[in-house]
């Protein structure tokens, strides 16, 4: 495993080329998934959702109705969870990305291959697996986040997103991965707040209905594979460790940059 990891951490590499090569295959990303959103696929994903709402209820984590409205009645939450669904994903995986490439950079580029792996893996379930999320299958529920005017244009909004790409959900991925750079890195004991962030985002994906509990979980798992293959391990979390030592991983010029 060592050796994969090692194969799959890749240098880090000049700070304009590491911002050039994650806006591109970003943007590449994007276009795949909105490709992938095609008239045909829509019976596909209606009969995927009713097959994980079947697991959801045998196994009894089916509670996205009552937390979607307890959420319509609070005003103040409904708006809270709307710009958390729509902004914080773009805002705290980028940021953390850069504090670990200025300041923690032994350790950046484990986190950076972990993510990369993570999204391109996820982006192959949407072109093969179409899910439609709860607010287009299950009855009763309330889209907060689409419904919201301030976020999104109602008439114009699906034009720029693939809606029947709910598993895995990248918001509770991408949560997970910044709460995992911040523990693994930092040693104080504080730092475990850090994993308030991907529990929020798991209640706001379900509570808007705009994922499943299920999708949350597909989340995690399609984020805790690369980490590991790339070579964090669970005493890295818990001890905050620095599983990365800079004289094998990277330059000294790097290091110290």
């Known amino acids: 495993m060592d050796v994969v990891g090692s194969l799959l951490r890749w240098r880090r590499l000049p700070w304009l ?9 970003y943007g590449v990303y994007s276009s795949i998934r909105l ?3 095609q008239e045909s696929r829509y019976t596909a994903s209606y009969a995927h959702a009713r097959s994980v709402l079947d697991i959801e209820k045998s196994v009894g984590i089916f509670h996205e109705v009552p937390l979607n409205h307890f959420l319509v009645k609070h005003a103040v939450l409904v708006d809270f ?3 958390w669904y729509a902004t914080a994903h773009f805002v705290v995986t980028p940021l953390v990305l850069v504090w670990l490439f200025r300041h923690r950079s032994w350790a950046y580029p484990m986190m950076r291959s972990a993510i990369v792996i993570a999204t391109v893996s996820a982006l192959v379930v949407y072109a093969t697996w179409p899910l439609a999320p709860p607010r287009f299958v299950v009855a009763g529920v309330t889209d907060t986040v689409m419904q919201n005017p301030v976020i999104w244009a109602k008439d114009g909004a699906a034009e720029f997103v693939n809606e029947y790409a709910a598993m895995p959900s990248l918001h509770v991925g991408w949560a997970v991965w910044c709460a995992v750079a911040v523990v693994a890195v930092l ?5 475990h707040l850090a994993w308030l962030y991907p529990i929020t985002t798991t209640l706001v994906v379900a509570a808007t209905a705009n994922h499943y509990f299920l999708d949350a979980i597909g989340g995690v798992v399609f984020v805790v594979v690369p980490l590991y ?8 979390l818990w001890h905050g ?3 990365v030592a800079p004289t094998e991983e990277l330059e000294p010029a790097l290091v110290t940059a």
């Open 17 to 25: 080329v590491e911002l050039v090569s994650i806006l591109a295959g």
């Open 35 to 37: 490709i992938s959103a």
């Open 81 to 83: 969870s709307s710009y």
């Open 187 to 191: 040693r104080t004991k504080w730092r």
């Open 229 to 236: 293959l790339c070579g964090l391990r669970v005493e890295h």
């Open 241 to 243: 460790d620095r599983f």
